[in-house]
């Protein structure tokens, strides 16, 4: 199964990164969200093959689409000027992302032998609280980074966050 979804990832790359183009950085991201949630939602509730196979290839396509957030975080601290700050908001949320893993790692296998469907249904409200949280973010206009855009909210404090938010 995940020979088959990686190599459809793999064929499909090019028309993602058009569909990506097509639709924008930060639709990607509540695109790629979405699948995600699909992914978790079909792997709970299927029963064979092919719904598995489907969830498999919903979450390496809501993968592809849900990268762009970095993207989002490069341009938005361009605008900024203050670029030089990605590998610190980078390593941040690689750390704290490492750490959740870690400690779902720890107590997963205890809430399967309590219900195999907890660990499930907790993934699932995550996710979807996700898809809520991706309202939350917002994307510079790519024309030429205007600083009088009324839309963007420029202070710090809103700035990081939203940062905060596209971590978790």
Do not use: W
Not at 88 to 115: A, D, E, R, V
């Amino acid at each position: 199964m995940d020979a088959i979804s990686t190599i459809v990832g793999i064929i499909f790359q090019i028309i993602l990164v058009k569909i990506v183009r097509k639709i924008g950085n930060l639709n990607s991201v509540k695109l790629g969200v979405t699948l995600l949630f699909v992914s978790v939602l079909l792997n709970t509730i299927s029963t064979n093959y092919i719904g598995f196979l489907i969830a498999e290839l919903c979450y390496v396509i809501g993968f592809v689409f849900k990268h762009m957030d970095n993207v989002i975080l490069i341009k938005n601290l361009k605008y900024l000027n203050r670029s030089e700050e990605y590998i610190n908001y980078q390593t941040k949320g690689s750390t704290i992302y490492s750490l959740i893993t870690l400690f779902i790692s720890i107590i997963s296998g205890f809430m399967f032998n309590i219900n195999p469907y907890i660990p499930m249904i907790i993934c699932l409200i995550v996710c979807f609280i996700n898809i809520i949280l991706t309202s939350c973010i917002y994307e510079v206009p790519s024309k030429k980074y205007e600083k009088d855009d009324s839309r963007i909210n420029t202070s710090i404090k809103d700035f990081n966050k939203k940062i905060l938010l596209m971590i978790l």
